[in-house]
């Protein structure tokens, strides 16, 4: 069993320590740091940042926690979740999720309770018809857990719509499905009591911006040269004139005194749009799709402030 000790304390990184052994990893937050309870995302996302959430945190400004926290392109939120703010704003453009994160918040329990009639059901035949209905059906907590149900028995956790906005995802076959536990929809419900929710594009999220936020940004990645590493919205709904627009507006952060910190591909196209600001590459380790196996990228982290964070990869 391998152990590694960690201590880390600059000025502008988060002072704590991080023991890792094997899988298990315990973060210890000093005197001045909330001690929370680390709450996983409930749901499946292209793109998730579920296993890069530790890395990231120590790239977050040391001042995060006295900040307002809003995040324009939540998707399944690990950091969000995994930072548990006391003030946010979490958003999206995607209608779906975001309505189902307002029923998560407001009915936890009603949620789980449907969610638990669909994973005793689970099968094709089910899980077809449980389509149906969500694709005729109006918001409201039913639907929600019925999205739930669909998001972590679907083919990989995409989601996709066709030209009439219904969802069109295939079952999944996937032999042992992981659905949340109702502990886990009570703390995200709780977490997210403390949030502003809503569905709106980066640039109307980016509006609000004011000297005391902090945003974090994980936009759709551009294709990366040589592998499919992308899924329908990064190909068809956010190529680069989107990474360009988004450039902009996160300019204009930066201009209003707020922080921000990005994660994005690397790429030539990134690296130019940000060159003002503070780059640092990270190769993470992400599950091709189409190829059926782990593959190395390159990714940036992108910062308005100095981050002396040691960069592992
Ligand atoms: C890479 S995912 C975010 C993943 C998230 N960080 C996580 O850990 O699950 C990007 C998100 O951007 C959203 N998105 C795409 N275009 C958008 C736009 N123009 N404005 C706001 N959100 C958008 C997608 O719906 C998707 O949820």
């Known amino acids: 069993m391998r152990l590694q000790l960690d201590i880390r304390c600059s000025k502008h990184s988060i002072p704590r320590a991080l023991v890792s052994?094997?899988?298990?990893?315990?973060?210890?937050?000093?005197?001045?740091?909330?001690?929370?309870?680390?709450?996983?995302?409930?749901?499946?996302?292209?793109?998730?940042?579920?296993?890069?959430?530790?890395?990231?945190?120590?790239?977050?400004?040391?001042?995060?926690?006295?900040?307002?926290?809003?995040?324009?392109?939540?998707?399944?939120?690990?950091?969000?979740?995994?930072?548990?703010?006391?003030?946010?704003?979490?958003?999206?453009?995607?209608?779906?999720?975001?309505?189902?994160?307002?029923?998560?918040?407001?009915a936890p329990e009603h949620v789980y309770a449907c969610l638990m009639e669909h994973v005793e059901r689970n099968s094709d035949h089910h899980y077809y018809s449980t389509r149906q209905a969500y694709n005729n059906d109006g918001p409201s907590a039913e639907r929600a857990a019925r999205f739930i149900y669909l998001n972590n028995t679907c083919f990989n956790g995409i989601f996709r719509v066709n030209t009439r906005g219904q969802f069109n995802v295939p079952y999944g076959w996937k032999a042992s499905p992981v659905f949340p536990t109702l502990e886990q929809l009570k703390l995200a419900s709780s977490v997210m009591r403390k949030a502003e929710i809503?569905?709106?594009?980066?640039?109307?999220?980016?509006?609000?911006?004011?000297?005391?936020?902090?945003?974090?940004?994980?936009?759709?990645?551009?294709?990366?040269?040589?592998?499919?590493?992308?899924?329908?919205?990064?190909?068809?709904?956010?190529?680069?004139?989107d990474q360009r627009r988004l450039a902009e507006s996160v300019k204009e952060v930066d201009r209003r005194s707020a922080m921000f910190l990005m994660t994005n591909a690397d790429t030539p196209l990134i690296r130019e749009l940000y060159s003002d600001y503070s780059i640092t590459g990270i190769s993470v380790t992400r599950f091709i799709t189409c190829k059926a196996h782990k593959h190395r990228v390159d990714e940036v982290v992108i910062t308005n402030y100095p981050t002396n964070a040691r960069v592992t990869t």
């Not at 959430?53 to 006295?66: A, G, K, M, Q, T």
């Open 21 to 106: 052994s094997g899988n298990l990893s315990y973060k210890i937050r000093l005197a001045s740091q909330r001690v929370s309870t680390r709450l996983q995302p409930f749901l499946r996302w292209a793109g998730g940042k579920r296993r890069l959430v530790n890395r990231l945190l120590s790239h977050l400004p040391e001042d995060y926690l006295r900040r307002r926290y809003i995040e324009p392109f939540i998707g399944a939120g690990s950091v969000y979740f995994a930072l548990q703010p006391e003030t946010a704003v979490i958003s999206d453009a995607n209608g779906h999720l975001m309505s189902c994160y307002e029923h998560v918040r407001a």
């Open 198 to 241: 809503k569905t709106a594009t980066f640039e109307d999220s980016v509006a609000i911006a004011e000297p005391n936020d902090f945003f974090y940004l994980d936009p759709p990645y551009p294709p990366l040269n040589g592998t499919a590493y992308f899924t329908h919205y990064t190909a068809d709904r956010f190529g680069e004139q």
